[in-house]
Structures are given as C-alpha cells and as structure tokens.
C-alpha cells in the first residue's frame, strides 16, 4: 500500500496482517480531515465494530494537521514536532478504538481544496477500491470548516469514480463544526453514540495536543451527544443515552442522484419551510 505524500502513516494496530488486508476487513469507514474528527463523527461505527466478529472499523485522516493552534506545553513545538504529535494520537486513538486500520494521508489542506489534485485523488480512489464498507461517515456539506468541505467534495468525487457495484451501501455526513439538529427530524439520522462511554471518554482526551491550548472538544463533544439525545423528542424519554446526528448522503453517491449542492440546498429550503408552518399553524 502506498500514498502520494511521502509523510503518510499506514498502522494496523491489532492483526498482524498486510494493510491491503486490514482494509478489506473494513464493514465502518470514516474519512475525515483532521485528527480527532473520527472520533467526533463516528463513535457509533467505532461502538458497532468493538468485539464484533466480521466487523471492522477504518479510519482516514486527509491533511497533516499542520497549523492547528498551540499553546500550554506545545506552544513551543515546531511544525514538524505538532505534526509528528497528531500523527501519534491518532495512532494511540486507532489503538484504544481497536480500529482495523488507521491511515493518516497527509496532504497539506491547501491541495485538499483543490478538485482534481492528483495524489489526493488518487489516495481517496485506491481507499474506496480497497474496501466495500456497509457505512461511510463523511463530514457533512453544510460543515463550516472549508477544509471540512472540501475533504467530503473530495470523497464524494472517489465514490463516484468508482464502478456503481464498488460504492459502499450507505454515506453519511456527520456533524462537527455545525451540528445537523436544524435538520427536518425526516432528513435526520440518529447515530447511537452513547455506547461505551468510558471508551468515548479516552478516544476524544487522547487528543492533548488540541485540547490542552483551552478547546474542550473532549467535553464538547460528549455534551452535544447528550443534548441531541435530550432534545431529539420533546414528549418522549430520552432513548438513547447519546446521538450524533447525520445527513444520509448515499443519493449524491448514485449515477442520477442530484449534486450535493443542490442535495443540500434542499435540505436547507426543508429547514425554511417547517419553521413557517408553524408559524403560521399557530399564529
Ligand atoms: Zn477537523
């Protein structure tokens, strides 16, 4: 297996098996930008492939995370000292996770927001082609992050490069920077977050780096999964103990399916009208 950029880090954390093997086993696959997004995203798949026979989680981080804001006892670390320290929390987090495959790709974030970039192209493409997962998590399109963006442009364009029986059965774009509870409870998908919440507890803290400089995205995280729980339903209990919410992507995946531009604007016009119909219902 080889990637474009020659800072790329391939780790199988468990089997002693050959990467290209490790990433046939994947059933739950989560690309995102940065380290640490996958645990964000995807507690769910993490929490589905844990102990289960025949299942088996990946996890893709596109850019270096190079020029992520320092301080506290990495305000003195140089780029390539921040860099190698990602690297080996994501590794530590694919370790705890028991991951079937991490694979940090490197790509500075400018080239990732460049459609057509050939080694992001062509790193996304021999992913994709390597595994049949029964899920993808993707950042969502109404993300404000633009490398966020651009990185689920970039998958989107793989999955769509590939034949129509190679694309995996279901893509979901999967909040961060925004969250989707302003999504029509129709156009929601409710991912079990709250399972193993010990496990989710280590997995986001493993990211010191990030959460040292004052960015409690550890706490942030947990607190945005027990609030979408809470206020999913308004005259129901609280079923799940955690929810991230997602936006089921696979139409854009498919050859007549409509662009995500206009996939997303849809939602967002689905968004508009609920609220004035209940404006009005009640006025
Ligand atoms: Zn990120």
Not at 81 to 91: F, I, T
């Amino acid at each position: 297996m080889n990637f474009s950029n020659p800072g790329a880090d391939i780790f199988v954390p468990e089997a002693a098996i050959a990467p290209e093997e490790a990433l046939r086993q994947v059933t739950h696959l989560c690309v995102g930008a940065h380290q640490d997004d996958i645990e964000i995203m995807a507690q769910s798949g993490i929490s589905d492939c844990i102990g289960m026979k025949g299942k088996g989680f990946g996890g893709v981080v596109v850019t270096n995370g190079a020029g992520s804001p320092r301080s506290g006892s990495f305000a003195a670390f140089t780029d390539e000292q921040m860099l190698a320290v990602r690297r080996e929390e994501q590794r530590e987090a694919a370790r705890l996770g028991h991951y079937s495959i991490q694979l940090q790709l490197a790509h500075p974030s400018a080239d990732v927001k460049r459609s057509g970039h050939a080694g992001v192209a062509s790193d996304l493409a021999s992913i994709f082609s390597g595994c049949l997962p029964e899920v993808v998590y993707l950042h969502n399109p109404a993300d404000k992050h633009d490398t966020h963006v651009a990185v689920l442009l970039r998958c989107l364009e793989a999955i769509r490069g590939l034949p129509a029986s190679k694309r995996p059965a279901r893509v979901l774009g999967c909040e961060v920077w925004r969250d989707l509870d302003w999504l029509p409870d129709a156009d929601k998908v409710a991912l079990n977050s709250g399972r193993n919440p010990e496990l989710a507890r280590k997995l986001l803290a493993v990211f010191d780096s990030q959460i040292s400089g004052g960015k409690r995205y550890d706490l942030a995280a947990i607190g945005r999964r027990t609030a979408n729980a809470t206020f999913h339903t308004s005259h129901a209990t609280d079923s799940l103990a955690g929810i991230t919410w997602a936006v089921d992507l696979t139409p854009v995946t498919r050859d007549c399916g409509p662009s995500i531009r206009d996939f997303t604007a849809a939602l967002i016009a689905r968004l508009g009208a609920d609220v004035s119909q209940r404006l009005k219902t009640w006025s």
